[in-house]
Each structure stands twice: as C-alpha cells, then as structure tokens.
C-alpha cells in the first residue's frame, strides 16, 4: 500500500498531522528522538521480544484451554459437543462451537455474502455511469436513487424521517449564515434530534398516532434509529462546511498535506452546496451504515476527481487482507470463548455448571473482550472503506494501529475511531479553542461522544472516565516532556521510564474501555475480581510485566517510523 510522507515532531495534542485547522500545538504523548539507530537486535528490545513471545503463547493456551472446558468438556453420544454457554452455535473449524454471542458481529456476519454480492452490483453501476456519462450530476443521479433503494430496504417507511431531518438541517444551513449564532443552531437542532430520536425509539408508532397506521405496517430491516447518528455527523459536517465557504474562512497551508486533506480543506464553489449533492453525501450507499466518516468537501471533491491515493492493485490488496481478517476473526471465535464470559456474567460468578474464575481468568477475559472488539470494528469499517476506494472515494482511516499498540489516550482514539477523531477536530475541538482550551474542551467532547453513542450510564462511565484519565494525562504528558526534562529525553533510562509510565497507563485505558461493557457498578467489581481479591496482586503484577515488556517493543516500533519518515503501514 502506498505510504505518505509524515511528521512525528508536530501533531496536535488529539488530532494526527490533518488537523483541519492547523492548531500548533505539540503532541508529546508518543514522541520519540527524530533520529535513532535502530534497537531491535539490542539485548534488551530482544529480552523483552522473547518474554512478551513467552507470555503471550502461555496467555493463549490458558484462555483456549478455558474456553474448551466451557464448550468441549462433554459430547453427545453421536460425537457433537453439547454448548454449555449460551449462543454458542455449531462451528466449522476443529469441530468447535463458534461463538457468536455478540448481536452486531452475529448479523453483520449474516448479511456478509449479499452484502458483497450487493457492493459489487452497486459498484459495476457506478463505474457504468461514471464511463457513460462523465459528468457530476449524473453520479450525484446515480448515488441519490440507489440510496432511495437502499434506504427503504433498511428502513422501510421511517425513510421519511430520514428525509425530513435532512430537509431541516439543510434549511437551518442556509439560514445560519445570516445568524450571529447560526452554528450554535445547526448544533442544537441536531443534538436535539438525536436525543428525540433515542427517547422516542425512532419514532415509534408515530404515524399511528397521525392517523397513518400503514406506514407503521412495514419499519424495513434496520431500526434507524441506530443508525442516524452517522447521518447526523455528515448533517453536521454538511452545514459547517457551507457555513465557512459563505464566510471564506482562511484555509491554512495544504503543502505536504495528504490527498484527503486537501479534499477536506478545499471549499467548493458555493453552486455544491446544493441539495442534490446534501443528500448524495448523507445517504452515501457504501459508507451509509457505518463509516468512515467523511467531511462534505472531501466527498464532493473526490466525486469530482476520483481519488488516485489508492491504485486498483493497492485496493485489491487490501480486499485480500480483508477476507484475511474476517477467517482471523472466525478462528478466533472457534478457540476463545472470552467475549461470550464477559457477556453474561461468568467473570462475576453466573454459574453454568462451572468453577468460580480466577483473578487470571477475569483479566484474561477482559483482555480478549476488547481485542474481539477490535477485530469486529476492523474488519466492519474497512469492508465499507475498501468499497469507497474502489468507487473513487477515499476516507479517513479507523483501526490504524493494533489495540495492542498503544500506551495513551490520544494515541488511542487518533488510531481506534480515527474518522471520527478527526470529525471531532474539525467541528469540535479547533471551534471550541483548541490546545488553548483542552482541559476544559474535552469534557464536553468526550460527554458528546459517549452520549453520541447510547443515552446509556456505560457510556457515561465511559465518557467520564476518558475525561478524568486524559485531562491528567495531559498534564503529566505536558510536564514531563517540558525543556527542563530535555537531557532526560536523550538518556539511556528514558525508554524505561516511559514503559514504566505506560504500563500503568494502559491499566487505565482498560478501565475507560471496559466501562462501556460494565458501567458504573460493573467496573469497580471486574478490576476487584481481577486485581484485588487474592491473588489478584499476583496478576496485577504479572500483568504490569507483560505491558511493561512491551511498551519498549511498542517504542521501537514508532522509532522506525520515524527513521523511515513514512506513516505506519495499516
């Protein structure tokens, strides 16, 4: 795949280089000397390589031998194994149930092979008209009747809420312009209509009670409900980017930016901003469900000149590491049964027939929780993301480095959700002051995005948590990596003392990450089973070592970035 060139010595404190509007300040969080010889055949990085192999292959034997004892320990008198764990379902690999006990991988997985076969229908249609046609409306033609298809298939008659939330926010984008506090407006309309949205269940039987019962008779396939939180990120970005064109908000310096930078940051002439091309980019078929996110600009300007970042070889490339993933995934799902534990309580002592857990076993469960959650959020955005590549249509990237990868909170989110990263800079975190105002900025971010996701405590939990762990972050980050510490920077003992700092912070980003599972209740219960009962120090211990160990890989890791002065590889 094709690399671009990159900066490790300015970033802003939580976007990556493409902060749209070039906030100076400095990301220390992961920096590393701009030049060092390479350490991967040092003693140490090769002492800690061979512990972390050590403990990781005993860390994969116990959870495969734990997931056995629940799934394999007694089998039928024909042979099959009796499932002892609930929605364990018949597998196809080692003659091993397969867990699918999470709803959305469950039916993402379902709907997998008609929704390859309904990509590559709905690609071969898009190239033919791009060939036939070449002009802009008759690809904004294209786009906007097959999203009037989809969209009913999957939504049924609630498509005209859909339509009317559009209408809205698109008058509201119009008017805004006129108005002092126009994108304050644009903001409130929409957040009142997420919440609407959530309180109300997608409006349910709300054409009942207008007299129109019929078209409550069929809601599609898809409640979209869930699904308009992606639709109101791209109102959003649809209505900001009007509103700065018509205000020609300075656009800082695009040299050396990347492709989708430049689309981003480029305004379009105001005769764009129509409603034709609104609707073509909120109902965007192969990123309609779940991203990436793109930006208004972007989309339009690579509708106009397709993007050329990516050649039909690097794309392909990347679809064969997609069906790679997808057979990592159900291998997974066939030996570690760990998600399925975390789901229903086994951790906490819910009883099928089995021993209590040990502090081990809880942390191991929540350790191949969040890396099954990684795997599905892997494999969902970049089958959607590869679809835009191959319609000419280029997105931010989520999941850039592996979870396992990582050792603070903005490393973490530019990496994890990192289309919406940079969605939450562009409309968020530069308008409300940037680095100037992080310590305040970012309890309304993270407030927003966890009520973005549900109106639930957990994502509360989540939310305050992040706030909490990254404002101190911030601060620790800000003093150790002051001048006063320069020399300290170059020292032989740094290293040490950043794997030291980060694998205490990763025991943190566990904690923000599991809330989203557990709550206000669960969490503090999990990390006493795990950590506090006896035993638990014992774990704690082992586990701080195995993070530890790691982090120094994890250093060299972004060292060689640097040296090589190229962005990671996906």
């Known amino acids: 795949m094709r690399r671009e060139a990159t900066s490790h010595a300015r970033e802003t404190v939580m976007a990556s280089v493409e902060d749209p509007r070039k906030d100076a300040s400095i990301d220390r969080r992961e920096r590393t000397p701009l030049v060092e010889p390479s350490r991967w055949s040092s003693p140490v990085l090769v002492s800690c390589m061979s512990i972390v192999f050590v403990m990781f292959y005993f860390l994969l034997r116990h959870a495969y031998s734990q997931s056995s004892e629940y799934g394999l320990d007694e089998k039928a008198a024909d042979g099959t194994p ?20 999470d709803v959305q ?27 036939r046609f070449r002009s802009l409306n008759a690809r904004l033609v294209y786009y906007n009747a097959t999203a009037l298809v989809l969209i009913s298939y999957f939504h049924g008659f609630n498509l005209i809420w859909l339509l009317l939330s559009a209408v809205v926010n698109f008058a509201l984008a119009r008017q805004a312009v006129r108005l002092p506090f126009g994108a304050g407006l644009v903001w409130a309309f ?18 009942t009670r207008l007299g129109m019962p019929f078209l409550d008779s069929f809601s599609g396939i898809l409640g979209w409900d869930v699904y308009f939180k992606m639709t109101m990120l791209r109102q959003i970005s649809y209505a900001m980017d009007y509103i700065w064109a018509r205000k020609n908000v300075p ?34 078929v192969p990123l309609f469900i779940a991203g990436p996110i793109v930006s208004f600009n972007a989309f339009i300007n690579q509708v106009i000149t397709p993007q050329t970042t990516y050649s039909l070889r690097d794309t392909l490339v990347m679809l064969g590491r997609v069906i790679c993933y997808i057979l990592g995934l159900e291998l997974f799902l066939h030996c570690f049964y760990q998600y399925n534990f975390n789901e229903y309580g086994l951790w906490n002592g819910t009883d099928y027939g089995q021993r209590q857990f040990t502090p081990m076993e809880v942390a191991i469960t929540g350790f191949f929780t969040l890396n099954f959650m990684y795997l599905k959020f892997l494999i969902i955005w970049r089958v959607f993301r590869v679809a835009g590549w191959f319609d000419g249509i280029d997105s931010p990237e989520n999941m850039n480095r592996c979870v396992n990868n990582n050792y603070t909170f903005a490393g973490f989110w530019r990496s994890w959700h990192g289309s919406f990263n940079k969605w939450i800079i562009r409309y968020m975190y530069v308008p409300l002051g940037g680095s100037k105002k992080a310590f305040l900025s970012i309890w309304l971010i993270f407030t927003f995005i966890g009520l973005w996701h549900d109106l639930i405590t ?23 990596y002051s001048s006063r510490f320069a020399r300290l920077h170059r020292h032989w003992s740094w290293r040490w003392l950043v794997s030291a700092a980060g694998a205490s912070n990763i025991f943190l980003l566990m904690i923000a990450n599991l809330a989203i599972l557990h709550g206000f209740d669960g969490t503090p219960v999990f990390l006493r089973n795990a950590f506090l009962v006896p035993g638990g120090q014992f774990t704690a211990a082992v586990t701080w070592v195995f993070f530890f160990m790691g982090l120094f890989i994890m250093q060299e890791i972004r060292a060689g970035e640097a040296r090589s002065q190229q962005a990671k590889r996906f």
């Open 190 to 207: 929409n957040c009142g209509m997420l919440v609407l949205v959530y309180v109300s269940q997608g409006c349910h039987l709300w054409f």
């Open 251 to 284: 656009v800082s310096s695009l040299e050396g930016k990347s492709a989708y930078h430049k689309a981003q940051e480029t305004p379009l002439p105001l005769s764009h901003y129509n409603f034709f091309a609104y609707t073509a980019y909120l109902f965007y």
């Open 82 to 101: 009796l499932v002892r764990l609930p929605r364990l379902q018949p597998g196809w690999i080692f003659d091993r149930p397969q867990d699918l006990s």
């Open 458 to 480: 957990q994502w509360l939990a989540w939310a305050l948590c992040n706030c909490v762990f990254m404002t101190a972050e911030i601060f620790f980050i800000n003093f150790w």
């Open 105 to 131: 991988w469950r039916m993402f997985r379902g709907f997998l092979p008609l929704l390859f076969v309904g990509i590559g229908a709905y690609l071969a249609g898009s190239q033919l008209v791009r060939t």
